[in-house]
């Protein structure tokens, strides 16, 4: 049952502190209060799977919907693993309460068994105020967290880091690929009873062209569009290819810009990566348009090239169903596709779980928006002989001919900045 909020409420304080929910962007998005639904995938099937799970729910449930938006009515958040291999389970939650904005309108959804006949009281009501809603609670302890092995070279993880760059370097040099994207991770420890809303809220506030997301322990912070689909209209957003901000000196951010747009080693990285999306995207829509020529999009840490496309979903299928078949890009595997996934499972030595993998929110007309999981961290279950968490942060970047690996490291210490900034003390 969704039913317009009278007046509009703070989103965020909604959510658990320990477990929130959430997808925002400036004046748009969505909270999760409680778990009505969870379903879990694994293996090359998972998107696959998990958009025939969701057509099938959509088609048993009844939904009372007249809001009629996309986001309204029945809605599962959504994060899914980068590889195939990934032992990370993907995952569709459905929350016991949604609510949700988009621009000046409002609106919430609960969810109920209808088996149980258990009926929400208020089905009649023609909206419902923010007094209905489930109470919000004050920020709550935010201890912080501190990352090890940033910028030491001497790490064991930054030099096995180096190490996959320059061999990824040789494989390119030899033919066997053109692009290889090569990731780090950096790891943390986090109070079990630390309220997670602090770091979404910072990244909220300071990534405003960004998709703020929380998923089954997922936090970041996306710049990356991977599909969009509402009402038969689709879009994208392609990065690749970065320089670092200088905000403290107009005149050295202004040359960073200007450098990224003109080098050559840069545009040809982003032209893999919009290529890729053109290719996987062209046999499912029509009129498929894009910028004529790749912009610098500004963001508070990094200037990234962008590139925007558009079109017109061509046949019967769901936003899951174009995350099928753009998952991975070039942007955050290489190109060729099957080679860059082979290269990485050789040169990465960890799993990178949903790091790079999508991220987003599906309804019951299948409908979405999904990003890369882009500027995350995932935080690991409590250990209960320690009372904390594990949180591992992921950044990488394309390689390809000419690359060099101290600017790579470089890059993924610019990378890592909104989530190191975010869960900061």
Known sequence: ????????????????????LAWLRGDRGAVGIGEALRLTFHGPTRFRDAAEAWRLISEAATVDDPVHMPGSGLVAFGAFAFASSSATASTLIVPSTIVARHRDLWWVTRVTDLSTDQHPADSAADHVSAADLPQATAAGFWPGVAFADLREQAAPSVSAYLAGV??????????????????????????ADADLRTPIGRLADRYLDCWTYAVDGLIGASPETLVRSTGGS????????????????????ARARTDLLTSSKEQHEHSFAVQSVVTALAPHVTSLRTSEEPFALELPNVWHLATDLGANLGEAGSSLSLVDALHPTAAVAGTPTAGA??????????????????VGWI???????WAIALRCAQLGEADPATGTREIIASAGGGIVAGSDPAGELRETVSKFRPVTEAFAR
Do not use: C, N, W
């Open 1 to 20: 049952m969704t039913r317009p909020l009278a007046g509009g409420v703070d989103l965020l304080p909604l959510t658990d502190p320990a477990a929130p």
């Open 166 to 191: 320059r061999e990824a370097d040789d494989r390119i040099a030899r033919g066997e690929l053109e692009k290889i994207v090569i990731a780090r991770q950096v790891r943390g420890s986090l109070d």
């Open 234 to 253: 689709v879009s994208a957003r392609v990065l690749a290819g970065t320089r670092g901000r200088h905000p403290e000196d107009a005149a050295h951010d």
């Open 341 to 358: 996934i082979a290269a990485i499972d050789a040169l990465e030595p960890f799993d990178r779980g949903r790091y790079s993998g999508a």
């Open 363 to 369: 309804d019951q007309a299948g409908d979405g928006e």
